[in-house]
């Protein structure tokens, strides 16, 4: 009997380790169906109720997907040539989604990024109240962004959220305070007059002809980014720059897929090249991260520099003797280096590429920048202290971004359930913000809004529109863009030094197609025509 009762005792264990482990793997695929149902079809369906109560409607949500496959079919379908350099067109050719929708739905309408529900805000006092410091860590930024952005910007400052924003943000904002980058703009002319020598050889016997501007703006402020961001490493920053080019025009093929979860993860010879790709990108940094403390540590530098690399590790050393506020970690430094790689020369680029062509085609404005700059230079090569009291410069720049922002819309996730204005948001949901149409909206900015007009900004830029708050290429309030002034800064210097040097005319092979490619960028290039300005012209 005892026998028997050990031989059935033996075989219920034996059931048991059979069975435990089927019963924890059907848990856990229970639990899974259950947040990828949530994920996928109840959450979204409650945001949906929320926004229909409240009279808000848009285009047909697609499980999964939601409108980016309409988005991306629209944006591919408008003409590809306005066949004339105009900008009435422009938001139809950066955001025809907008476009038709508003048309349809309103202006406050809801559209769908994947499984996130988007309400498209463009009224300016909800909109004052969305940037405001009350909601400061309250919206932040949706997941969704954050894996299509991720290869190229890591999980830095323009992707972070609450507390995590708030710290990092502290402990990077000191290194881009103007009086920090003062230093940098030597560096930015000389730069730019390598630049201008190498445009000489290539321009005829006669110092006239074409270049290719947006190629030039590309490396020049990659070059500057480079040598400002990681100083003597500038050479390694050259290399992870082409890296990022290339997980930048992967983003631009595939950025429609990713934001499914998981989906880069999958063994797809695209997706294991870009997982290859950032690993090389963030290795890179690493290195160059490592390098500058060891060198500090073992005495053979004073100090960590002052790049922006170096200005962002002393302010951790000196949080960090605070013992009050924990350090950035690597992985946060390296996300941060990727942000301010690929942020501080790829939206340059597009404005300086825009900046010249509309000089190209207004000469007046072209002469009074030029009679400006050489006024306040006197001969001189500029500086801090000149550029800073260029205001026609300035004006040029205002303007460029308000015509083509490098980037065309805002996005901010409600991080809980909140109220803006009367409208109720639950948590997940997204406020869109269309830049584009803000700065193109003739309520807004009166019967010229189409026209190239720097002399809207002549009393600033709270008194250029009809709302001090409707002109945004940087955003508002606490969370603007950490590099604002270093733009600016660039900017000019980059314009001063050009405009004394050369003339710019349109060039016969110019095809206008404003495009948005995550930037606003021409899409079939840049060309003018480029003439030697020779000093007896002055």
């Known amino acids: 009997m005892q026998m028997f009762n050990s031989y059935v005792m033996g075989i219920h264990w034996r ?38 109560k409240q009279g808000i409607r848009g285009p047909p949500n697609q499980v999964l997907l939601g409108n980016v496959m309409e988005i991306k079919r629209l944006r591919e379908s408008v003409p590809d ?48 109240e969305v940037f405001s410091s009350k909601h400061m860590l309250s919206l932040g930024k949706p997941m969704l962004l954050t894996r299509f952005l991720q290869p190229v910007t890591g999980i830095g400052l323009v992707v972070a959220n609450g507390e995590t924003w ?73 290399i992870i720059f082409q890296l990022l080019e290339e997980l930048k025009e992967f983003i631009n093929k595939y950025g429609h897929l990713l934001i499914i979860p998981g989906v880069r993860y999958l063994p797809i010879p695209a997706f294991m090249r870009l997982r290859k790709m950032t690993t090389i990108v963030e290795t890179s940094i690493q290195e160059i991260i490592m390098e500058r403390r060891a060198a500090v540590k073992a005495g053979k530098k004073s100090s960590y520099g002052a790049d922006l690399l170096g200005l962002m590790l002393s302010e951790c050393e000196r949080i960090g003797e605070d013992k009050k ?27 300086l590429t825009w900046a010249l062509l509309l000089l190209a085609h207004d000469l007046t404005w072209q002469e009074r920048a030029r009679t400006e700059i050489l006024n306040f230079c006197k001969g001189k090569l500029p500086d801090f202290d000149s550029i800073s009291r260029m205001k026609t410069v300035e004006m040029i720049i205002y303007e460029t971004l308000r015509l083509f922002a490098p980037a065309s819309s805002i996005v901010r996730s409600a991080l809980c359930d909140m109220k803006i204005g009367d409208l109720y948001v639950k948590k997940g949901m997204c406020f869109w913000i269309p830049i584009a149409a803000i700065h193109l909206d003739p309520e807004l900015w009166g019967g010229s809004v189409y026209e190239f007009n720097p002399g809207r900004f002549a009393d ?47 060039s016969p092979s110019y095809r206008h197609s404003p495009h948005l490619m995550i930037t606003t960028r021409p899409k079939y290039g840049a060309p003018i025509i480029v003439k030697r300005v020779s000093s007896s012209q002055h």
């Open 81 to 128: 040539d306005l066949r004339a350099f105009r900008h009435d067109l422009t938001l139809q050719q950066l955001l025809p989604d907008n476009v038709l929708w508003t048309k349809l739905y309103g202006k406050i309408h809801l559209i769908w990024w994947g499984t996130d529900a988007h309400i498209v805000l463009t009224d300016m006092d909800m909109l004052k």
């Open 325 to 351: 506020q924990p350090l950035l970690t690597m992985q946060q430094l390296v996300d941060e280096c990727k942000t301010f790689f690929f942020a501080g020369h790829e939206t340059t680029a597009q404005l």
């Open 166 to 238: 708030s710290h990092e943000r502290r402990v990077i904002g000191p290194a881009f305070h103007s009086d920090k980058l003062k230093g940098f703009v030597q560096t930015m002319v000389n730069l730019t007059l390598n630049m201008s020598e190498s445009w000489v050889q290539t321009l005829s016997k006669h110092g006239e002809g074409e270049i290719e501007i947006e190629g030039s703006m590309n490396e020049l402020t990659s070059d500057i980014i480079a040598h400002t961001q990681f100083g003597s490493s500038y050479k390694r920053g050259r």
């Open 460 to 506: 600033g830029i709270s008194k250029a529109a009809k709302h001090p708050m409707a002109f945004m290429p940087f955003a508002h309030g606490p969370r603007n863009c950490i590099g604002q002034n270093f733009a600016l800064i660039e900017a000019k210097a980059v314009l001063a030094v050009l405009l004394t040097k050369f003339s710019f005319t349109p």
């Open 15 to 52: 059931v048991w380790v059979a069975v435990l482990p089927c019963t924890i793997a059907f848990f856990q695929l229970l639990r899974a169906f259950i947040r990828f149902f949530d994920f996928v079809w109840w959450t979204p369906k409650q945001h949906a109720v929320v926004a229909h």
